[in-house]
């Protein structure tokens, strides 16, 4: 809680002297879309967790890393309901932060509280689960990503809740269906779609239940898959990975928004990046 203090002094000279202050975890899930930063940094190093084995809560701080949590749940503790998390390189202040999911496990379904600094006001809040305002991909943190800043949450691990049902073995699909390399890994958000027309023509590709359609095929069918701009393209392997071969940030910028214009010709829909894009 000392550093957590540390930030109002910080946050207040970059106010003075008229500089942006960014906050970052561990810089996944994010495309700084410039050269130099005319700016402050502040990177979260808060590190601890801890898991009742009684009472199945899980406290973790919000610089832990989701994928190491897991995978010590499950070692340690005989607890697997965060198993599809195991590979995911997020924190857990992102993982609030856009309500990170993987195979319908969504990090809202088993949230309890966050302690949040409201940077306002300079208190510090515990919100629940109905104040943190969770939907696809998103929360109160990211709705108004510069007045909070994330310091601890708290999981409810005793019950499995999932969106939907997946028997999708993740740690098989990371190994053989994602890319590797310089990527910023998934980077549009499957739309939220109701068109008639598209569930006509692509049965396979639409859920009734679910109301989306797929951002790979969405990119794969407007023929994007390999596309490159200079050192940025998408990946032959998932067309919905951004990868970078030497990319300057230009040529990743000019690619998504291509990408983007591309599929709202061809199918009227509008895609939206689930990656963070930070600009100067």
């Known amino acids: 809680m000392d550093d957590v203090d540390k930030i109002y002094s910080i946050v207040q000279f970059g106010e003075e002297e008229r500089l942006k202050v960014l ?29 009742d084995k009684g009472t199945k809560i899980l406290k973790t701080s919000s610089n832990d890393v989701i994928s190491d949590i ?26 609030v932060f856009g309500n990170a999911g993987c195979f319908w496990l969504e990090t809202e379904n088993n949230f309890k509280s966050a302690q949040v600094l409201d940077l306002s006001t300079w208190e510090i809040l515990l919100l629940d689960k109905q104040q943190m305002i969770f939907s696809y991909r998103t929360s109160l943190l990211k709705q108004y990503e510069w007045n909070y800043f994330l310091i601890s949450a708290e999981f409810d691990l005793s019950t499995k809740i999932e969106k939907y049902h997946s028997d999708t073995d993740n740690l098989y699909f990371r190994e053989h269906k994602q890319p590797k390399g310089d990527t910023c890994g998934s980077f549009f ?24 359609v797929s951002a790979w095929f969405l990119l ?44 709202r010709e061809k199918f009227w829909i509008e895609i939206e990046n689930e990656v963070r894009i930070i600009t100067n």
């Open 189 to 212: 958000k499957n739309p939220v779609v109701s068109l008639e027309w598209f569930k006509r023509d692509y049965p396979e590709y639409y859920s009734e239940d679910m109301k989306i």
């Open 220 to 263: 794969e069918k407007s023929w994007l898959k390999w596309h490159r701009i200079w050192g940025a393209f998408f990946s032959p392997l998932h067309a919905n990975f951004l990868m970078s071969d030497w990319a300057k940030s230009r040529d990743l910028l000019d690619l998504i928004h291509y990408a983007q214009k591309t599929v």
């Open 70 to 95: 897991a995978e010590s749940l499950e070692k340690d503790y005989r607890q697997n309901l965060w198993h599809r998390f195991i590979g995911l390189p997020w924190s857990v202040w992102w993982a």
């Open 23 to 51: 906050f970052v975890a561990w810089g996944t899930n994010m495309l700084f879309a410039f050269d130099h930063f005319n700016g402050i940094v502040i990177k979260n190093c808060l590190e601890w967790w801890s898991y």
